[in-house]
């Protein structure tokens, strides 16, 4: 460009910062200034030899004041990423009376194309060809006899359109680079997320675990053990029988906690090759009702259902009629306690599990507070409902209504 035909191209070279410009490191820095620095000397080499002889003042600047103004704009280029149009529109303009300067309007120019935006970079790219033509034509005039009038004009407009699309070619890799990086960061906070959102569920059944399994043992541990606190009227065989029921299911919680802990180490069948043990479903709630009554409590069941039931809702309402027992114990010592079943294919299973106003007042048990919202969680959990509350009597009712598709992946009742 401006003074021989090596310098045509020399007006690209390098970046400027969109939002995806990664910083410049020292040797990056070095060689982008080592490439300004061999283009504005190629330039003013080419342009002695290829110029009309050089006389007077025009000879002075030429030797001296062209290579400062060339190092003043290679000053410049350092602040193109902070100041990018400012700093392309002032070295483009001080590189019209100094071809030294034209490594540095070819970073600066470059550099502003891989912006990507093209207002500013067509008006600049116009600036660069106007300024380049009036140092061909006035202030570093060529040998007539060297190139055609055309040939000037022809090689800079296609100088500077060759760096334009480096720019441009730069700035689109630094943007996919950029998105890639961007989706890449974006898909591990997702995973992070889904990884705290496991852990938590993993919590919560943690929870609901633990309660159906301990909660009912030992809440026949508790009542049998604070009636030998207070029943001093008590036989010898009645006191062991009393010690038999209490050893009998604090056992059983023990060998129940196990499993559940077993389960939980062991939870991801495809890794481990160890199946889940099965859970409890409605084809137990005979052997749970038979534990109750062998406990001293009054329980009659219903049971209308003939049709296998869902494996889902077969578990889930075996823990509701779980739950019921285990609250009419706890609360209502000595009341009478229903259980009803009805349903079918096609309908809904409901569950219905009532007691009477206790007899006398129950005994402290700790409650976790966690039992009827963990089990109206399990409903919704299956498409159902759960609603529960005292009636007029005094007693207290818990009933849940769970889907019953008319074809299931059934479970043995």
């Known amino acids: ?110 550099s502003l194309a891989t912006r990507r935006r093209y207002p500013e970079t067509i008006a600049l790219s116009i600036v660069c060809i106007g300024t380049g033509l009036l140092t061909n034509s006035l202030i570093y005039p060529k040998k007539p006899e060297l190139q055609p009038d055309w040939y000037g004009p022809s090689v800079i407009t296609a100088g500077v359109a060759a760096v334009v699309a480096v720019g441009f070619a730069v700035g689109a890799r630094r943007d996919l680079v950029w998105s890639l990086r961007s989706r890449a960061e974006t898909a591990e906070r997702e995973q992070h997320a889904r990884a705290a959102e496991a852990r938590l569920l993993e919590r919560h059944r943690i929870a609901r675990e633990m309660h159906d399994v301990l909660a009912h043992r030992i809440s026949v541990v508790a009542m049998h053990a604070g009636a030998l606190g207070f029943r001093t009227d008590l036989t010898k065989e009645q006191t062991t029988a009393t010690a038999k029921t209490i050893a009998e299911n604090a056992h059983l919680a023990l060998q129940e906690l196990r499993e559940v802990l077993g389960v939980l180490r062991t939870s991801d069948d495809a890794l481990t090759g160890t199946p889940e043990p099965p859970q409890p479903t409605l084809a137990d709630l005979t052997r749970l009702v038979d534990e109750a009554r062998s406990a001293g409590m009054d329980v009659s069941i219903i049971d209308t259902t003939t049709a296998d039931l869902p494996a889902t809702s077969a578990r889930t309402a075996y823990r509701i009629a779980q739950e019921g027992l285990t609250n009419a114990r706890k609360h209502s010592p000595g009341a009478s306690v229903r259980v009803r079943i009805d349903g079918g294919p096609g309908q809904d299973l409901t569950v219905d599990v009532g007691n009477s106003a206790p007899l006398h007042p129950g005994f402290a048990l700790p409650s976790s507070g966690y039992g009827l919202l963990g089990l109206a969680e399990r409903a919704e959990l299956v498409g159902g409902t759960l609603d529960y509350g005292h009636d007029a009597t005094g007693g207290f009712h818990l009933r849940a209504v769970l889907p019953w598709p008319a074809a299931v992946a059934t479970s043995d009742r």
């Open 1 to 110: 460009m401006r003074g021989c035909s090596a310098a045509a191209y020399s007006r690209g070279m390098s970046t400027t910062p969109p939002s995806s410009a990664p910083p410049l490191r020292f040797w990056s820095h070095a060689w982008r200034t080592a490439a300004v620095v061999a283009i504005g000397l190629v330039a003013w080499s080419g342009t002695r030899t290829e110029t009309a002889p050089l006389e007077g003042a025009l000879l002075t600047w030429f030797q001296i004041g062209d290579p400062l103004l060339g190092a003043v704009c290679l000053l410049l280029t350092f602040l193109r990423r902070r100041y990018p149009v400012a700093i392309a529109a002032v070295v483009l303009v001080l590189s019209t009376a100094s071809v030294s300067a034209n490594g540095a309007a070819v970073l600066v120019l470059c």
